[in-house]
């Protein structure tokens, strides 16, 4: 949503010392009178982070050469994603060239009192919060607002017409259906059907032998993702299917399920 132009909420400062990917690191200091500034709280690891990845690259290519820095923090939903390592691979495996500021600790995430993943703030050239967004959705009146943002900084921006929705679900106005909730592993452990041995850990159950194997006892949605690492797969991340998964050997890593709305 658009924040009223009376009130001046001012961008905080990126804490020192933090990881970054992309770049070696960024001050908003810096960016103030110079960028407008659009930063995404996100999560590699969660499906309607990587849903709306499309729209900030997008924006990043065209809005970039004209103003605008587009900033991603990584705020990792599960323990796996606290490694930087991963997390660049992940960039670099979804095309994600913008700078990637790590926040394993959630330091960032708490200077904003972010309320989830992903969560949007748009910031003008002079670092006043423009716009504010979490979760998916509302794509045409944020490119709209960073048109306005960009010419401030740019007077000869002639902007291109907005993209068109990338899903059918994108579409201003379309109203979807509740999806189930996410289910977030032990804890939601009774939500589940399993077979075979599989032992709690941190954030995860794990197969204790091949064979074992797990579905969630019902779901009404979209799709279904589930959440996976350890032994037995190419990279941690989210695995598209029907809910069924099945360990090929001890040490897979169910970290959960995530699961999209229905139009």
Not at 90 to 115: M, Q, S, T
Not at 140 to 152: F, S
Not at 174 to 195: C, F, G, K, M
Request: hydrophobic share 40%; net charge negative.
């Amino acid at each position: 949503m658009r924040v009223p132009d009376e009130a001046d909420i001012r961008a905080p400062e990126f804490p020192p010392k933090m990881e970054w990917v992309n770049v070696a690191f960024l001050r908003m200091a810096k960016l103030v009178r110079r960028e407008a500034t659009l930063i995404e709280f996100f999560d590699f690891a969660r499906i309607n982070s990587l849903r709306t990845l499309p729209y900030l690259r997008a924006w990043h290519d065209r809005y970039g050469g004209h103003g605008l820095r587009v900033i991603g923090v990584h705020c990792p939903g599960y323990s796996f994603g606290t490694d930087g390592e991963w997390v660049a691979a992940e960039a670099a495996r979804h095309g994600v060239d913008y700078a990637v500021l790590l926040d394993p600790g959630f330091e960032v995430w708490r200077e904003y009192a972010n309320k989830g993943w992903p969560g949007r703030y748009l910031f003008d050239v002079d670092g006043r919060l423009r716009w504010i967004h979490y979760g998916e959705g509302e794509y045409l009146d944020c490119e709209r607002t960073i048109q306005e943002v960009v010419a401030a900084v740019d007077p000869e921006f002639d902007p291109p017409p907005p993209l068109d929705p990338i899903r059918p679900e994108d579409a201003p106005g379309v109203l979807l259906e509740a999806q189930t909730a996410d289910i977030a592993l032990p804890a939601d452990r009774d939500r589940l059907e399993l077979s075979g041995d599989w032992l709690d850990g941190e954030d995860y159950l794990e197969a204790a032998a091949a064979g074992a194997t797990a579905r969630p006892l019902s779901f009404d949605a979209g799709s279904a993702y589930a959440v996976l690492a350890g032994v037995g797969i190419d990279r941690p991340g989210l695995y598209e299917g029907d809910g069924t998964v099945t360990a090929a050997e001890a040490g897979l890593r169910l970290h959960g399920y995530q699961f999209t709305p229905k139009t």
